[in-house]
């Protein structure tokens, strides 16, 4: 959990609250939620270091498309933030 930066754990929570999604697909839904566009540049390094580190797997929609689905260590992995977070905050119910 804490060996991911904040922006792997957004595409991490994004990619689990989805369907098998595309990158463009996570892409357009981290950009919504922030307000500011995204460069590939930036999000598929990110999305292919959760896969290496097996927080998500990656898989072919079709030959030019690839989808991006959440593993169990990843789903571990949210529940371990969000437990965390409502430990040590008061503003999260517990």
């Known amino acids: 959990m804490f060996g991911l930066t904040g922006f792997q ?4 929570v994004t990619a689990s609250g989805l369907e098998k999604p595309s990158g463009q697909d996570i892409k357009d839904h981290i950009e919504a939620a922030m307000g500011t566009p995204v460069k590939h540049g930036r999000l598929y390094p990110n999305l292919d270091t959760l896969v290496e580190h097996g927080f998500l797997e990656k898989g072919q929609h079709d030959r030019r498309t690839n989808y991006y689905q959440i593993t169990e ?3 571990l992995t949210i529940q371990e933030q969000l437990e965390w977070m409502q430990s040590k905050s008061r503003a999260l119910p517990a």
């Open 9 to 12: 754990r957004d595409l991490l």
């Open 73 to 75: 260590k990843g789903r």
